[in-house]
């Protein structure tokens, strides 16, 4: 593809596809080409994000926009438990494609999209950008050069809002989001998992639905979504993350926190935030280094400038051929971690990785 500008298709253009279209309006080289939406008003939100770039092909169906638009790369950003059955078309085209997190909502479609995605001839990625917020990047590095020895403990927390109202109001219920651990909470385990550089194999989570959206009702069904948790993960090496959720703390000064503890000190980052602080057990002190913003960012938007490097990257991969950053493995091992969580909140006990690796 060298340096000619590369089309992208939208499928789904609510809050996570406009947001796509915004980062790509900025983009040196992308140029949104046409959209894709059921909803009349996501259409209309879609076309007024990128007007100041040109016009879009506008379609309702995605399907058409497929076979219609002449495209290099497809956005997925349609609701959770619809990426399984978009996904296919989309393998079908031979298109390059980012498909927003969670990749799937459920064990077989994780596992039917994977394989589809290792023959798949384009890139594949999955958005899970939150590796590319710059002072999370930063923490991810340090570990890496060893900042803490060796990594013990990783403890992430989220304290925030809750769910926000989404169209047709698809996110109130597990069935269309694969659970909250699942949705929400992927962007952790992936994090969780990149520190680790290895495999987890068991999980133990204790949560419910305590607060939000108690008093909703959709077609007279109550909404079904956990709002707190705390899920232990061990990992093979023997290391253990934490997840602290919470979606009733709205007014948190720090919506994540993000600490890693070894043998050889602790490392701590916020978001948002710019600095890490390092603390180490032979001088029994610490320090704090700030991180500047990635200058190559030209659009900060809702990630702190993450779904820009995404987007940089997964167009570089597009160009060079070099593989995704972000990859189906990575979709399968982050969501797992979820629906594993999930099981041992319902079932009570410890869950293995392996029982649901093994599963028919
Ligand atoms: N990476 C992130 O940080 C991040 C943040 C928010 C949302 N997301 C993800 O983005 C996706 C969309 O979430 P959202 O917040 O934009 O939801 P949303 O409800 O605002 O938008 C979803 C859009 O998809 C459309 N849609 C439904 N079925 C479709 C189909 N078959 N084909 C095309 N479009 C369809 C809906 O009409 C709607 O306009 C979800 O997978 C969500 O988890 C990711």
């Not at 900025?26 to 040109?54: C, F, M, N, T, W």
């Not at 108690?214 to 023997?238: H, K, R």
């Amino acid at each position: 593809m060298s340096e000619a500008t590369i089309r992208y298709g939208i499928i789904g253009t609510g809050m996570m596809g406009c947001e796509h279209i915004r980062n790509l309006a900025q983009l040196p080289g992308a140029e949104v080409k046409a959209i894709a939406d059921p909803h009349e008003a996501s259409r209309v939100q879609a076309q007024q994000a990128y007007e100041e770039r040109g016009s879009v092909a506008v379609f309702a169906d995605y399907r058409e926009m497929l076979t219609q638009s002449p495209l290099d790369a497809v956005i997925i950003a349609s609701p959770n438990h619809t990426h399984a059955e978009v996904l296919d078309p989309v393998f079908n085209s031979g298109l390059h494609v980012m498909v927003e997190k969670p990749m799937c909502t459920t064990l077989a479609d994780c596992r039917s999209v994977a394989e589809r995605a290792a023959r798949h001839p384009g890139v594949f990625w999955v958005g899970l950008e939150y590796r590319y917020m710059a002072t999370v990047a930063a923490f991810l590095d340090k570990l890496k050069e060893g900042a803490v020895g060796d990594l013990k403990m990783l403890f992430i927390r989220e304290h925030r809002f809750p769910f926000l109202p989404k169209v047709g109001d698809w996110n109130r219920f597990n069935r269309n989001t694969g659970g909250t651990l699942v949705e929400k909470c992927c962007h952790f385990f992936d994090l969780m998992n990149l520190a680790m550089g290895c495999e987890p194999v068991r999980v133990f989570a204790s949560g419910a639905q305590d607060v939000n959206h108690l008093d909703e009702s959709y077609d007279g069904e109550t909404p079904d979504i956990l709002d707190n948790a705390f899920v232990i993960v061990d990992y093979e090496n023997g290391a253990r993350g934490c997840l602290d959720l919470c979606m009733f703390a709205e007014g948190s000064r720090y919506e994540q926190e993000l600490v890693a503890t070894g043998d050889g000190g602790k490392l701590e980052c916020t978001v948002p935030g710019s600095e890490l602080i390092t603390c180490t057990r032979q001088y029994r002190d610490w320090a704090s280094q700030p991180i500047p913003a990635d200058p190559r960012v030209l659009h900060t938007g809702f990630h702190h400038g993450a779904s820009y490097l995404e987007h940089v990257e997964f167009m570089e991969a597009v160009r060079t051929g070099t593989p995704a950053r972000v990859t189906a493995q990575d979709g399968v091992r982050s969501a797992l971690i979820g629906l594993a969580a999930h099981r041992s909140i319902e079932e009570g006990r410890v869950v293995t990785l392996s029982e649901l690796n093994t599963a028919p």
